[in-house]
């Protein structure tokens, strides 16, 4: 169980993350994405929430990364419940962009987690040209991620 901004209880990393940025000018990122899409499992004891925002703020277990006006109405995403979240191609292309930075374990388990539940393709997610090579680094990781002894 993990504790919002008001100490207030939460069961679910969903419930959350939903408790701590909803109704926020903010929109979900990388591995924080992942986790709401419910494609990461997340980590024991997660505590952060990655967000792009177009300020800094002052919230507790949320790191900003704050991108100007025009790289912040580029950013594809959708609204579930008050929180604003990117696109599964949005994470995953931000994250393949940063692939020397990005948590790559969760970018890996959710590629598995997309693959098996649409029917062993990764159609549907578009990767930008430009993080291909990055994408077949990680392509057969993600395939046999649950496959690992």
């Given at each position: ?82 929180v ?48 291909m090579?990055?994408?077949?680094n ?12």
């Open positions: 169980m993990v504790l919002t901004n008001n100490n207030t209880p939460c069961i679910t990393d969903w419930e959350w993350i939903q408790q701590n940025v909803g109704g926020q000018d903010v929109i979900l990122r990388e591995e924080s994405a992942l986790l709401y899409l419910q494609l990461f499992n997340g980590y024991l004891g997660e505590d952060n929430i990655n967000v792009y925002s177009r300020q800094a703020g002052e919230c507790d277990h949320v790191n900003y990364r704050v991108v100007n006006d025009d790289e912040f109405d580029r950013i594809m995403y959708f609204m579930d419940n008050n604003m979240c990117s696109t599964l191609s949005q994470a995953v292309n931000d994250m393949l962009r940063n692939f020397d930075s990005a948590d790559i374990e969760a970018l890996a388990q959710a590629l598995s987690n997309y693959y098996y539940s649409h029917n062993e393709s990764f159609d549907g997610i578009t990767i930008l040209p430009e993080n090579a990055n994408f077949n990680i392509h057969d990781w993600a395939v046999e991620y649950y496959n690992e002894s």
